[in-house]
């Protein structure tokens, strides 16, 4: 089975991905592949270059130089087979405020060309699924912030993607709802789908991702299986201590956390 | 160990003073730095500098626009004190007074409505957000219209009377600050009500009643320009007692108030000059505070949407709207939902109806005189400032998207197929009102000529797709997100408002040049096949345009998602 998948084009594969903005370079020649069937975590401190790749690798936003390979086809952003086989949770959700939950997923649905029959029973599947289903009447504008992510979720996976993108998708999602999606995002990866996750929150990636890369001032500076990771950073440790198991956060300060200053001074007026 | 109170408090500016406090000037101060140093950022863009340009523009046209009125109302109040015509004063204070009101609603569209409650985390006090709220109108451009009138009407008269020039400032005084707070005072009130459900219904309802109203007047008063002088004697003696009524009854209200404290001191009759303005410092405590009222809830943080109520829990089974599974359906479907749910969208759209509504009556040869004949083109320029309304929205058909937008680049839909569905829905929207206007102005004019009807007709046929094409282009290289909810809360890029003014000025222009020549050669079923022509190259221009949109908008897409897709 794993031989097959070998065999199968990689989910996702980026070459020497740069994106410049003006004289900084936000993501400076990253390259990495994710498998299919892999739940992948992309990590990084604020303003690593997470959201910026996460972008150009949806078409939200053009890459200056290098290319993007998204199930074995090259990716732009006229490339609408391609964008049909992906789903998206971007930074701000992509929500229509001012249409309930329903006529959102069902202008969602429409968009991604699925029939009238479909978008009705799966919008209600999903509406019931992420209990929605009881707030029909009510505006996008007036869910309050896990509601939004919820039907943002939703409206990501409606047209059933193989590849999942995902930006910061447990943010202000309550505790219950998290361990539903996570259970959802799981059996989607089982059903041999593909998630590419990034989040701040990093006993999520631990619990959920089998791959991690992690992107520092816009270098890759990462990538590979959490194991991989945990022996690689092992290594550099001193006798007993490279021994423990540890933890993804002990992983990620060692990696990018080694460079950070110390504040320059205490601020002694604040109580 | 220290007392860090001491510290923490140290460096703040000391609370209270009220609306001239210290700290309400440190904040006035600080807000309008800040506002200062946004613009000097905004020239680091091309599009920012091209914003203080048109805005540059804007003010300048609204300030000419302003000084023509004021050396209109100076000239007027000159030629009543050297007449000696007191009696005539408070005419010109009512006309000052409508100009002042019906600006925000007629130009409700083209106008940024600041909105303040960015400043509710910071330590400010009710009577400082009360002070920024009248320093921030102060930028008005009804405030600098009716400034400049009542300017006017202080020149004309302390030419004439320098020793009434106290008298006059005080009542002009009083007369401004009573406009600037009923402006804002109608405009708070209306957005409340606005955003309410309830309250909208017994909008709509006035309005119907108003639009009947007024179609009761109508053949009244063509029967009376019809009727000669023995059926204007018949209406004048019924109307008199209600005009005389009306007379004694402006005295007590605002403008009158402001005209009779004038008239009165001319006419040395001091006690009776202060007893106008002291009536007119009870209308201004009471507008005051009525303002305060809906300022205090805004204060407070109350946030009004279109939340139905949370008792109903029943579910309904929502249906399609549109038939159709595509997206070109799932588009008009969004849009129509969008636009019945957006109050200030149909306020834009309805404020021009309004207007060709209420003076529609004015096309007629001398002015509203009831036996005036038609104004010949009376039919196309209603149509055409009624569609002014909607041009807001075609021209920035991207704005009501907000983080939507990113959905329009993450879909597997060509944005041309996105373009063209929001332009079908759009053209229709233009259809519909361009109709109802024409009936509006029929219903207040009268039937037009059957080739009027239809020249017009042709030049429709031509102005919507030159919208559309240019509004497809503005919409992609300048877009500005439109706040749904609240009135007061508009973004209105000033270039982009600007430029659609221009080019719908260029419309009317070219539909004013071909009415032009057909009327000087008598032959107006010219303008037919010119603008039938023309209609046929503005539709393969926005063909092209809608062909041209996918590179246009994938080049922009940074841009696009930066600006729509960002927090209200």
Partial sequence: MLFLLKMQNAAIQTHSLTRRFGELTAVDDVSFTVAPGQFFGFLGPNGAGKSTTIKMLTGLLEPTSGSIEILGQTFRASSLEVKRQIGVVPEGMALLGRLTAAEYLRFVGRMYGLDRETVNRRTEELLEFMQLANERKKLVTDFSHGMQKKLALAAAVIHGP?????????????????????????????????????????????????????????????????????????????????????????????????????????????? | MADLSALNSAGTEPAGGGLLGARTRAQCASLLRMRWQMQSHAFRTTQGAMEFGARLVSYLVYGAMGLGLGVGAGAVAYQLAAGNMWQFLPIEFWVVFFIWQMIPVALAAFQEQFDLSFVLRFPVSFSAFYALYLVFSLSDISTIVGGLCSLGILTGIAIVRPDL??????????????????????????????????????????????????????????????????????????????????????????????????GTAAKDQP???????????????????????????????????EAPSRKEKTVEKQGWLLNGSGPIAAVLEKELRTILRSMPLLYAIGAPLFMVLIFGSMLRNGGSTPSGHIFVLALPMCVGYALLGSSQLVYNNLGTEGYGIQLLFLSPTPVRRVMLAKNLFHGVLFLLVAVFAGVLAILRLGWPDGTMLLATAAWILFALPANLAVGNVLSIIMPHRTNLSRLKKQRVSASSALLSLFVQLILLGVGGTVFGIAIYLHKMWIAVPVFTVLAFGAIVVWMRILHNSDAMANSRRDKLISVLARAE
């Fill in chain 1, 162 to 271: 193989k590849i999942l993108f995902l930006d910061e998708p447990f943010e202000g999602v309550d505790a219950i709802a998290a361990g539903m999606l996570k259970a959802m995002l799981q059996g989607m990866i089982q059903r041999g789908a593909t998630v590419f996750l990034t989040t701040h929150v990093l006993e999520i990636v631990e619990r959920l991702c089998s791959h991690v890369a992690i992107i520092s001032k816009g270098r890759l500076v990462a990538n590979g299986s959490l194991e991989d990771l945990r022996a690689g950073v092992a290594s550099t440790l001193p006798g007993e201590e490279s021994s423990r198991k540890l933890t993804l956060e002990e992983i990620f300060l060692s990696i990018v956390g080694a460079g950070a200053e110390e504040p320059a001074q205490e601020l002694s007026w604040l109580t």
């Fill in chain 2, 271 to 305: 006690v009776k000059a202060l007893e106008s303005l002291s009536v007119f410092g009870l209308y201004l405590l009471a507008v005051g505070g009525l303002l305060g009222v809906r300022i205090r809830a805004d204060y407070r943080g109350e946030e009004l949407s």
């Fill in chain 2, 165 to 262: 020039a106290l008298w006059v400032v005080a009542a002009l005084v009083a007369f401004g600050l009573f406009n600037l707070l009923l402006v804002r005072l109608i405009l708070a009130w209306v957005d409340r009500w606005l955003a309410q459900r309830r309250t909208r219904e017994i909008a709509s309802v006035v309005f119907l009643l108003l639009l009947l109203s007024l179609q009761l007047f109508n053949p009244a008063l063509y029967e009376h320009g019809r009727g000669g002088p023995r059926r204007m004697y018949w209406v004048m003696h019924h109307v008199q007692p209600y005009a005389e009524t009306l007379i004694t009854a402006q005295q007590w209200l605002p403008p009158g108030l402001a005209a009779r404290a004038i």
